[in-house]
């Protein structure tokens, strides 16, 4: 018998150093990104031992005897991706853990608050001596983990129980509600620590680029994602519910997760932490069908087989998919024959009269988006229409410039060697690093930025270990001086707890796993109950 990963997977990669027969792959090192979608446990190495389920944090990890049905797929998937990589013994030895440091000589600011900023700040608070202040411009912290994973993937967002012990170190700072550029500056984080770590993410929706692109009913998908997580930027927003047909142009995760939420039973949302305004929304939602585009065919989409495969398990909904361009191929690797093997099987369901439906459309190119006062259809291929009154784009993100640091406008990155700032000559910016999308771009998953973090930090303790980062900065005192003195009211940690608190009691009373709060003034108040 053996563990089998499955849908949940982070790649986070807590699992492989526990293992004792070291039979989890594949594994990188620091800064390493692996092709998968996922990690895998081979079934013939393994011994039944149950380390790897009890390190996970997102719960991904079953006995094969409790898999439940929908999942039981990933059985077979683990084997598959061990018949063509044969296990062999992991040749690199981890990386030893840096030793302390003399209290006070390094100090880092890390701005953002998701997780590459966690894993920064994890990596570093291992450190013992080091010291942390962390910046973010929202009163909660975990970004995306909190404002962008579907609501209905609770085991996902528990991957932050792996940063509670580190963000609850007295060596840790948190301020959140202070935006850097706008209530503190570069110079600023500077002048009070020895390095700055930027982690702020790709914010910003790519466009399509083509005409009535701008019209009522056409959206990023991200603002439909922030809506229904409740985040303060989105929460304001009102989608036109009242048609039969949705459109989604992209057919990465977002997509399907945007597809899944629209599409789901509202009975079941009630039982996850959606936001308010979008459960009594969807409560009244007309739609019918969502068609997913994507400009190639099959063996290229974007989306995980995990996610693709839930598709298939949702109550009351069909996966309609055309049978051409989903032959294997010897060449396709492991994750892509597992999604045209799942696309051959929904081609071949006869859909259900009543049932609502997922469309997928490949090869297919948004020309134009017609509509004279709002969007009435989205024209593809130069001449076809499809009629719909909401068309929400999917195909990825960049990222935006920051005060005082270079920038590359072709990869919507700050310039970097390995996660040290580089200036436009390639030469380092001295104590400034990134991590995270605005470090990589944005690929990968949640579990990506673990990787992309140690990579990193070793970045930074390679260059303090050099004395590049040893200079006098001002005390940790002076730095909330300067925030009274500018009427900043920073939300510390206990603050967070305490809207935490508030928003679990909530959801309590409603049998929910919470009611967020999402409107700026109840964040804060609160955060301020936490004073007493």
């Known amino acids: 018998?053996?563990?089998?990963?499955?849908?949940?997977?982070?790649?986070?990669?807590?699992?492989?150093?526990?293992?004792?027969?070291?039979c989890i792959r594949p594994a990188g090192g620091p800064g390493e990104f692996t092709g998968t979608e996922m990690l895998y446990i081979d079934p013939e190495a393994c011994i039944d031992c149950g380390a790897c389920m009890d390190e996970c944090p997102v719960d991904a990890i079953h006995y094969e005897e409790d898999l439940p049905e929908h999942l039981e797929r990933f059985r077979e998937l683990n084997a598959a991706y061990f018949e063509r990589h044969p296990l062999q013994p992991e040749a690199t030895p981890p990386?030893?853990?840096?030793?302390?440091?003399e209290n006070g000589s390094l100090r880092v600011a890390v701005v953002g608050a998701g997780p590459a900023a966690c894993y920064a700040a994890d990596e570093l608070i291992a450190v013992d001596g080091v010291e942390v202040d962390m910046f973010e411009r929202l009163p909660t912290p975990f970004g995306l983990v909190r404002a962008g994973v579907a609501p209905d993937h609770q085991h996902t967002k528990s991957v932050v129980s792996l940063f509670t012990?580190?963000?609850?170190?007295?060596?840790?700072?948190?301020?959140?509600?202070?935006?850097?550029?706008?209530?503190?500056?570069h110079q600023d984080l500077m002048d009070h620590h020895h390095a700055v770590i930027y982690a702020v993410g790709c914010s910003a929706s790519r466009n399509l680029g083509i005409p009535g692109e701008d019209l009522p009913g056409s959206h990023p998908?991200?603002?439909?994602?922030?809506?229904?997580?409740?985040?303060?930027?989105?929460?304001?927003?009102?989608?036109?519910?009242?048609?039969?047909?949705?459109?989604?142009?992209?057919?990465?995760?977002?997509?399907?997760?945007?597809?899944?939420?629209?599409?789901?039973?509202?009975?079941?949302?009630a039982g996850t932490d959606i936001a308010e305004h979008a459960l009594e929304a969807l409560a009244h939602n007309s739609i019918e069908e969502v068609v997913?585009?994507?400009?190639?065919?099959?063996?290229?989409?974007?989306?995980?087989?995990?996610?693709?495969?839930a598709l298939g398990h949702l109550p009351g909904v069909?996966?309609?998919?055309?049978?051409?361009?989903?032959?294997?191929?010897?060449?396709?690797?492991?994750?892509?024959?597992?999604?045209?093997?799942?696309?051959?099987?929904?081609?071949?369901?006869?859909?259900?009269?009543?049932?609502?439906?997922?469309?997928?459309?490949?090869g297919c190119s948004p020309t134009a988006i017609e509509g004279s006062?709002?969007?009435?259809?989205?024209?593809?291929?130069?001449?076809?229409?499809?009629?719909?009154?909401?068309?929400?784009?999917?195909?990825?993100?960049?990222?935006?410039?920051?005060?005082?640091?270079?920038?590359?406008?072709?990869?919507?990155t700050v310039t970097n060697d390995r996660g040290r700032v580089t200036d436009g000559t390639g030469k380092p910016v001295t104590g400034v690093y990134v991590t995270g999308w605005i470090k990589r771009g944005p690929q990968g998953v949640i579990g990506t930025n673990r990787s992309c973090a140690e990579q990193t930090v070793a970045q930074l303790l390679t260059d303090f270990d050099a004395g590049l980062l040893r200079r006098e900065v001002a005390a940790r005192d002076a730095l909330r001086?300067?925030?009274?003195?500018?009427?900043?009211?920073?939300?510390?940690?206990?603050?967070?707890?305490?809207?935490?608190?508030?928003?679990?009691?909530?959801?309590?009373?409603?049998?929910?796993?919470?009611?967020?709060?999402?409107?700026?003034?109840?964040?804060?108040?609160?955060?301020r109950s936490s004073r007493g």
Not at 2 to 18: E, F, G, L, R
Not at 166 to 171: E, F, I, S
Not at 374 to 399: D, M, P, W
């Open 373 to 412: 006062e709002s969007a009435q259809g989205l024209q593809v291929n130069g001449s076809e229409v499809i009629e719909t009154s909401l068309i929400l784009r999917s195909i990825g993100y960049r990222g935006e410039s920051l005060p005082d640091l270079p920038f590359d406008d072709s990869t919507g």
């Open 318 to 362: 069909d996966v309609v998919i055309d049978g051409s361009g989903l032959e294997p191929d010897p060449d396709d690797d492991i994750e892509t024959a597992a999604k045209l093997d799942v696309a051959r099987e929904y081609a071949r369901r006869t859909p259900t009269p009543g049932n609502k439906r997922v469309v997928f459309r490949f």
């Open 481 to 527: 001086a300067l925030m009274d003195h500018r009427g900043l009211s920073p939300v510390d940690w206990s603050g967070w707890r305490a809207i935490d608190t508030a928003e679990r009691e909530r959801g309590s009373a409603a049998s929910r796993p919470r009611v967020k709060l999402v409107a700026m003034e109840e964040l804060l108040a609160a955060a």
């Open 1 to 22: 018998m053996a563990y089998v990963i499955t849908q949940n997977c982070c790649k986070d990669a807590s699992c492989v150093p526990v293992c004792p027969v070291d």
């Open 95 to 101: 990386d030893k853990r840096h030793g302390p440091v």
């Open 221 to 269: 998908a991200s603002d439909v994602v922030g809506w229904y997580n409740g985040h303060p930027d989105h929460a304001h927003h009102r989608f036109d519910l009242s048609g039969r047909r949705a459109v989604i142009v992209g057919n990465g995760n977002v997509a399907l997760d945007v597809a899944r939420i629209l599409l789901t039973p509202p009975d079941l949302l």
């Open 165 to 185: 012990s580190a963000l609850a170190d007295k060596r840790f700072g948190c301020h959140l509600n202070v935006e850097i550029g706008r209530h503190l500056g």
């Open 292 to 309: 997913i585009l994507g400009r190639r065919g099959p063996r290229a989409a974007a989306f995980s087989v995990g996610e693709f495969l």
